[in-house]
């Protein structure tokens, strides 16, 4: 008799997410995966921090996004310091109210996202008392730099806290060398991709020829001549310094007509605006920050996208910049070139630092429309195949190679494949009884 007979059958399994706060990236995908009909999705936050608004460390100012980070999905504040709590170091979000939650019954499945909060350790372990399932998403890459005691210590600690989990989620290429370089075995990993919200950012890549003058007008940008766009923190990590000194360049070798919008704000803006100004870079534009909502009609009226930057452990920027047809100039470092930048392709991807191919790059885009338009077809091309559908497909085969305790099983059923006792290979999971 099927372990499912006798007991109420329901339709969806009930995931729940931990995350540290509302996240304007995550956030839409969780609804989207709630609106497939197999999957009920709740978010369990440990605070508030985005929603009341407060300090961000990275952008050195108060944030608070203009996108409901609430719709389309169930969420729970997990206490009354939800409402306190802001994430910092590990023990900053402890949250001892998880324990409870995930003991309750309501859920069927854990997916943390990462472990950088002690909240994340007690959530693993409430899920393991009760045999929750567990799906690890973490963005982290080899590329990352570290300590060397760090280094020493990532192995032992990564592969201990791996093997607690029934799934790896990679957000890409980069992430999954990750996993495998910690012990994880291949048939544990299923690609999630790293997506924003493709469909809102391309509503608006292809903007009249008046709402693109408009927009460049709003941000005292000449409408006549190419426009590279910065969007990020001004932070060491960033670089963006990096692309001042290739316009300086420019300028240098021969007056270029185009303009620099670095969109954005953090501890480097009074030195980037210092440098601006001592080599008369009068070809640079500083926006400020840039809500959520406002940004794709900023990537649908420019021409070129840089990030160059060393220690973007994925870099959604460039997703968005993709979206809106835009040719790519990303540092190789960043974790998601290998997946969405292939160079000479959709864009260029020279070494962090790397000043003079980083001016060699610009160089090639700002005199060559043609190749502009080119590769820009080539970067929408490719994101559009690196979405919430791939994450939802990704989600559901590894969600397909697990067992759930009788009552959270889901009411459709498909003969067993594969073999028992041989893990399936990555991507194609063993169906024990149950098809998401």
């Not at 402890?94 to 309750?104: D, H």
């Not at 932070?235 to 919008?261: H, Y």
């Not at 100039?329 to 070139?337: A, I, K, L, M, T």
């Amino acid at each position: 008799m099927n372990s499912a007979e006798g007991h109420t059958a329901r339709k969806s399994l009930r995931i729940a997410v931990l995350n540290s706060h509302p996240i304007q990236y995550f956030a839409p995908l969780y609804a989207y995966l709630n609106a497939a009909p197999d999957l009920d999705v709740t978010a369990l936050y440990l605070s508030d921090f985005s929603i009341r608004g407060g300090r961000d460390p990275g952008f050195g100012q108060h944030v608070k996004w203009n996108l409901d980070l609430l719709a389309g999905y169930r969420s729970v504040f997990l206490g009354d310091a939800a409402r306190t709590r802001e994430p910092g170091g590990f023990w900053s979000l402890v949250a001892p109210q998880v324990w409870s939650e995930l003991r309750s019954g309501r859920h069927d499945v854990l997916w943390l996202h990462g472990h950088n909060y002690a909240a994340s350790v007690i959530a693993l372990m409430a899920a393991k008392s009760v045999g929750i399932p567990i799906l690890m998403r973490g963005d982290t890459h080899l590329g990352v730099p570290h300590g060397a005691i760090k280094s020493l210590l990532q192995r032992p600690v990564m592969g201990a806290l791996y093997r607690g989990c029934d799934r790896l989620l990679a957000i890409g290429s980069a992430n999954a060398a990750f996993y495998r370089a910690m012990g994880v075995p291949e048939h544990k990993i299923f690609l999630a991709p790293y997506c924003v919200d493709n469909d809102r950012f391309m509503r608006s890549a292809i903007p009249t020829n008046d709402q693109k003058t408009q927009t460049r007008k709003q941000y005292n940008v000449p409408v006549d001549r190419p426009l590279v766009l910065y969007v990020g923190k001004f932070t060491p990590g960033k670089r963006p310094g990096d692309l001042l000194r290739a316009v300086r360049r420019l300028k240098t070798e021969r007056n270029w007509p185009f303009t620099v919008v670095m969109v954005g704000c953090g501890e480097l803006e009074q030195e980037l605006r210092a440098f601006c100004a001592e080599h008369a870079l009068d070809n640079v534009v500083f926006t400020g920050f840039v809500n959520q909502l406002e940004l794709p009609a900023l990537y649908a009226a420019s021409d070129v996208f840089v990030l160059p930057s060393e220690q973007d452990r994925w870099g959604l920027a460039v997703n968005e910049a993709m979206c809106a047809s835009l040719p790519i100039v990303v540092s190789r470092e960043v974790g998601c070139v290998t997946d969405l930048v292939k160079d000479g392709v959709n864009g260029y991807t020279p070494a962090a630092g790397d000043i003079d191919g980083l001016t060699r790059a610009l160089r090639c885009l700002i005199e060559d429309e043609d190749l502009r338009r080119h590769q820009g077809r080539a970067s929408l091309a490719r994101i559009r195949q690196w979405g919430y559908r791939q994450c939802l497909e990704g989600i559901r085969s590894a969600l397909a190679g697990l067992e759930f305790r009788p009552e959270s099983l889901p009411s459709k059923r498909t003969e067993e494949v594969g073999s028992p006792g041989k893990p399936p290979p990555q991507g194609q999971p063993r169906i024990r009884g149950w098809v998401f």
